[in-house]
Nanobody, 118 residues
């Protein structure tokens, strides 16, 4: 079955860096746009960044210039390099696989906690 497994979350101080990873299995990876979403306590889930199979990326304005999304289409992995972290980045971060055909299922990982605090 399809699995998306996030790793790399943790506790960092403001201004610090963290790298999240997502390992995908059980799907045709190149048929999916991959992305990261996050959900902070008391807030709705929001899109952080996406990257297509052709390696085109886009970002939420709130993380532009600080976060970098990447993917390895050979290893079926995706990463999010997070620099200059702020307390408002604190959230559970979820890996997402969105099929290019809209009516086919998409998939979510279990989430990994990122806490930015002094």
């Amino acid at each position: 079955q399809v699995q998306l497994v996030e790793s790399g979350g943790g506790l960092v101080q403001p201004g610090g860096s963290l790298r999240l990873s997502c390992a995908a299995s059980g799907l045709d990876y190149n048929q999916y746009t991959m992305g990261w979403h996050r959900q902070a306590p008391g807030k709705q889930r929001e899109l952080v960044a996406t990257i297509t199979s052709g390696l085109y990326a886009n970002y939420a304005d709130s993380v532009m210039g600080r976060f970098t999304i990447s993917r390895d289409n050979t290893r079926n992995t995706m990463a999010l390099q997070m620099n200059s972290l702020k307390p408002e980045d604190t959230a559970v971060y979820y890996c997402h696989a969105d099929h290019h055909v809209s009516w086919l299922p998409d998939y979510w990982g279990q989430g990994t906690q990122v806490t930015v605090s002094s």
